[in-house]
């Protein structure tokens, strides 16, 4: 595809990051080399799943494309874990979610309703995925709400590590369990029983140089050591390199490791939706950010009972659940139509930059 090597132009930055990790640099210079770091191995890995979903037919492809498309934000986010960064880490969750549906989409909006009037995409698809993102977000915000009511209330966005009381850390763990079990009953529904609302004829593009098993695995197999490393020394860096930069690391977590874990991904969406394949950058967006609330998120909570302090209860801060609910809301009533053009693209962002200020000031 056109445009999509960019990402391996920022290579060079992964060795700089460990160099300058050894050498005990600045943490702000250590962020952002192991930040742009992450972006070619998230790359890398991405090709490498599109490589073996391509020789595995449509079922394995699937589930490949599924559970290694959000591998950069998973591992990143289980360091955070283990070093207690839990704020960090609900941060990066609802900032994935919100990115893809404003940011990703609306870029995708945008770019591809330049020069055209209007751009269809599968109505029937888009409520799909809205509808499954919908329920998760919903079951996320239950744990906040009953924190609310019955125990000492949000947390703060400069909050640290809080001990939560064991009744709303079960209750978190219940969630976790329903929503993985709602994520495998999704799978079913998208790769099997339906799988042709997801899967429409002439969206894929063929490689001209196709990979090997062999290689596919091994660029597999590299990048994900490599997004390791980078995710290491990120983590590291992130609360003393938020603190010179004079922003909170639950804006570093909602924005920028939000946006690095997926950059490649989201790079490849407004790609396809300029080549007008709305369907294809539609499923990106709201796919990914079904995958994380659906996956990723309860990954972390049962992951979060054997790694770090303690158990991360799913109770988000008030900027963090009003912030997902309106971009949920938002998606549902964008996708209804099945149509879009470059202006609902501009005002996608638009929320997302009053988002982002908001983050930033609190």
Do not use: C
């Amino acid at each position: 595809m056109s445009g999509d090597g960019w990402p391996y132009l920022l290579v060079p930055f992964i060795p700089l990051a460990v160099a300058l990790d050894l050498a005990h640099t600045e943490p702000v210079v250590i962020f952002f080399a192991s930040a742009l770091g992450v972006i070619p191995t998230a790359a890398l890995m991405g090709r490498a799943t599109e490589e073996l979903a391509a020789r595995s037919g449509p079922g394995i492809g699937g589930l490949l494309n599924v559970t290694f498309g959000n591998a950069p934000e998973l591992i990143i986010a289980l360091f955070a874990l283990e070093a207690g960064l839990h704020e960090v880490v609900k941060a990066s969750i609802i900032g994935s979610v919100i990115g893809n549906i404003l940011l990703v989409m609306g870029a995708s909006m945008f770019v591809g309703g330049l020069g055209r009037d209007r751009q269809r995409f599968s109505r029937t698809s888009a409520t799909a995925q809205t509808s499954m993102l919908l329920l998760a977000v919903v079951a996320m915000m239950m744990p906040a709400i009953f924190e609310l009511v019955e125990g000492k209330g949000l947390p703060g966005p400069g909050s640290e590590l809080i001990d939560y009381d064991s009744t709303v850390e079960q209750l978190s763990l219940a969630v976790a369990v329903v929503l993985i079990l709602s994520y495998v009953a999704g799978l079913i529904f998208s790769l099997r029983t339906h799988r042709d609302l997801f899967n429409p004829p002439g969206h894929d593009d063929a490689h001209e140089d196709p990979w090997s098993v062999r290689r596919s695995v091994g660029a597999l197999a590299l990048a994900g050591v490599a997004v390791g490393v980078m995710s290491e020394i990120l983590v590291g860096s992130i609360s003393e390199a938020a603190g010179s930069i004079g922003l909170t690391e639950f804006f570093v977590g909602a924005i920028v490791v939000a946006i690095v874990g997926n950059a490649a991904e989201h790079w490849v969406a407004v790609l396809v939706a300029r080549k007008d394949k709305m369907d294809l950058a539609v499923n990106i967006s709201i796919g990914s950010s079904a995958q994380i609330a659906l996956f990723v998120a309860p990954v972390l909570v049962l992951a979060s009972f054997v790694l770090g302090p303690g158990p991360m209860p799913l109770v988000f801060n008030g900027f963090e659940l009003g912030g997902v609910f309106l971009a949920v809301l938002i998606a549902v009533h964008v996708t209804n139509e099945g149509e879009s053009n470059w202006f609902e693209g501009l005002q996608l962002l638009a929320v997302y930059a009053v988002l982002a200020l908001a983050f930033a000031f609190a």
